[in-house]
Nanobody
Framework: QVQLAESGGGSVQSGGSLRLSCAAS????????MGWFRQAPGKEREGVAA???????SYAGSVEGRFTISQDNVKGTLYLQMNSLKPEDTAMYYC???????????????WGQGTQVTVSS
């Protein structure tokens, strides 16, 4: 059973940075697509960034150039480095994993509980 646990959320001012972490267990490293999603109050969950089994990345247009998804080669921990944060980045951020699909769609099989990111202006 794949288990995911996010950490690293918090409150920052506009223009600041945060790094989210996702501790993953119960799967073979590099055998699953990994993704970061977010959901703001009253809005649908949206894809932020994804990392496929060949280490190729994809990003939502709204975060391209500001966010970076990566994965630790030893522990398999997934990261999301977020720079130049904006108030519209405020949301609950979720880590997700799926054995097949790597799209930026919230259809992944396994999900963490989320970590809150709040950006003030």
């Amino acid at each position: 059973q794949v288990q995911l646990a996010e950490s690293g959320g918090g409150s920052v001012q506009s223009g600041g940075s945060l790094r989210l972490s996702c501790a993953a267990s119960g799967y073979t490293y590099r055998s699953y697509c990994m993704g970061w999603f977010r959901q703001a109050p009253g809005k649908e969950r949206e894809g932020v960034a994804a990392l496929d089994v060949n280490a190729r990345t994809s990003y939502a247009g709204s975060v391209e150039g500001r966010f970076t998804i990566s994965q630790d080669n030893v522990k398999g921990t997934l990261y999301l480095q977020m720079n130049s944060l904006k108030p519209e980045d405020t949301a609950m951020y979720y880590c997700a994993a799926d054995p097949l699909q790597c799209w930026l769609l919230p259809e992944y099989k396994y999900w963490g509980q989320g970590t809150q990111v709040t950006v003030s202006s």
